[in-house]
């Protein structure tokens, strides 16, 4: 066995549902978690029974009660705790998520220091969780409001960023006083058991009830338990459009609060004025980091028509550069897709290019050979495309980049905001005005819009998220705690009187 494996403290069989450091019942089947890398079994997780989840919701619904009552500094000095402990198994954590998920080890490194930012956010937020004070119209009263957590809050995450999304939501979310049950995906289950005994060790030290990390593993039913659990008020779920919509409907249908955070159609706008030696790297990285398994990855490129033949010749020289392989060698820039359902997606989309006409200037394709034996690895595509085509405006999960060019802002603009997903935009360029064009109200309609840097690569200061079908919901930095607390309004009149708001009189 690997020896990040054994610092997490994984085995062969893991147990799937676990509420901190006591292990539940054996179940009816198993999750497998094979290694895009490899194709080899990394080791079994059992999966989440119905009778299991209402002990798991119970197990949380009872550590609210005791974790709740916690000055919010205390629940943050545990959440600080955490990222210690994360600190000092971030190699292993990164090589899970390298070798689970696919991704290049320094991309796995990456996302274990983004639960450690998150951390260190939270901590701070925890001496800072405001509310306003606001003069009463009513002489001798004093009017101000309040956030109290939540309860129980719903985490599903997906197989692409394995920790870090669980880790934005569950860090904001223990300073905010709630408590949270976590699915992860099921093509990267070990990762949660890994995190979930990182954070049983924290809860243990500090005799803490388990209940506040709750981690549950199997398919969509056993997600569907959780969305339609009144006992569960707020659901955070990070995944497909199609996934996103039925999560939605079914929370409100019980009138509960949903945290949406679904797919990407991201667009970079190259101008005439853009700097190339400074864009392309970035456009590339956008383009085949994770393999373009990221919500923010870079899908689409609307290039002005002055420059549109140099970009094209720059990339496809880049593209040349492009080292595909073990993504746990930090010498190759782009591991392999995650299953070979995603590397059929892959092919697909590139025979809906070549039905609609388009041209394809790298080849596509997937690699064979020593080192390729999984199956999953393919290679980074290029394809000059109409943004009209139903393929361009499908989100392909996949290193596939579709390249078109404009001749006016208003026109590039419009390109970039015309798919349904609206999470994340950038343009490169050096003029002011194309700039602050962009960035206006007549500009990018995606909760991200970025100048002269890629679509991927937020940091966890600013809130993520997007807009239209990429779900509107905000994780991560700024106000994005509000979403975990419920808000309360506040007026008390410390006076003899009892005048009524509005003037009204009511007199016996």
């Not at 997600?223 to 339609?228: P, Q």
């Not at 591991?335 to 790298?362: H, Q, T």
């Not at 991927?456 to 994780?475: L, N, P, Q, V």
Request: glycine letters at 10%; hydrophobic letters at 40%; proline letters at 3%.
């Amino acid at each position: 066995m690997k020896d990040f494996l054994k610092t997490l403290g994984l085995s062969e069989n893991n147990n799937g549902t676990s509420t901190g450091q006591k292990s539940v019942a054996s179940t009816t089947f198993e999750l497998s978690s094979y290694s895009p890398v490899d194709g080899q079994l990394i080791g079994k997780v059992s999966a989440t029974t119905p009778q299991q989840y209402e002990e798991a919701v119970q197990t949380a619904a009872a550590a609210f009660k005791v974790w709740k009552q916690k000055p919010a500094p205390l629940r943050g000095e545990i959440v600080r705790q955490f990222g210690e402990k994360l600190r000092a198994k971030k190699e292993a954590l990164g090589s899970l998520v390298s070798y689970e998920m696919g991704k290049s080890y320094q991309e796995g490194l990456g996302e274990v220091q983004e639960m450690i930012d998150i951390c260190d956010f939270a901590v701070g937020l925890s001496r800072q969780l405001h509310g306003l004070t606001m003069h009463s119209e009513r002489p001798m009263h004093r009017m101000y409001e309040q956030y109290h957590p939540l309860g129980i809050v719903g985490i599903i995450s997906a197989f692409n960023f394995p920790v870090a999304v669980w880790a934005w939501n569950t860090a904001l979310a223990w300073v905010s006083g709630d408590v949270c049950i976590w699915k992860p995906s099921e093509k990267t289950p070990l990762c949660g058991v890994a995190c979930q005994n990182i954070m049983a060790e924290v809860l243990k030290e500090n005799d803490l009830p388990e209940g506040i990390s709750v981690l549950i593993n199997g398919d969509y039913k056993i997600g569907e338990l959780m969305t339609n659990d009144k006992r569960v008020p707020l659901i955070s779920a990070t995944g497909s459009i199609r996934m996103g919509k039925i999560v939605a409907q079914a929370v409100a249908a019980r009138l509960g609060k949903s945290l949406l955070e679904l797919g990407g159609n991201n667009a970079v706008i190259l101008t005439e004025t853009t700097d190339l030696k400074m864009s392309i790297p970035a456009l590339v990285f956008g383009a085949v980091g994770t393999c373009g398994q990221r919500c923010t990855s870079t899908r689409r490129l609307i290039i002005h028509e002055s420059i549109y033949d140099t970009v094209k010749d720059n990339l496809v020289s880049a593209y040349k550069q492009i080292r595909v392989g073990n993504p746990l060698d930090e010498n190759n820039h782009v591991g392999p897709l995650i299953d070979k359902d995603a590397v059929a997606s892959y092919l697909k989309a590139l025979e809906e290019v070549k039905k609609a006409g388009g041209n394809i200037l790298v080849d596509g394709g997937v690699l064979s050979g020593d080192g390729f034996e999984s199956g999953c690895y393919v290679k980074p595509a290029i394809a000059e495309a109409d943004n009209a085509w139903e393929i361009v405006q499908h989100e392909t999960f996949a290193p596939v980049l579709y390249i078109m060019k404009y001749s006016t802002l208003e026109e590039a603009i419009a390109l970039q905001n015309g798919v349904v997903q609206g999470l994340s935009s950038a343009i490169m360029t050096t003029n002011m005005r194309d700039m602050e064009t962009f960035l206006s109200v007549n500009g990018s309609d995606c909760g991200i819009a970025n100048v002269n840097i890629g679509t991927s690569g937020a940091e966890i200061g600013g809130a993520f998220g997007g807009e239209k079908e990429t779900g509107g919901g905000r994780e991560s930095g700024s106000d994005a705690w509000k979403i975990y607390m419920r808000r309360q309004t506040n007026t008390i009149n410390y006076g003899t009187e009892l005048p009524l708001a509005q003037g009204i009189k009511f007199e016996l």
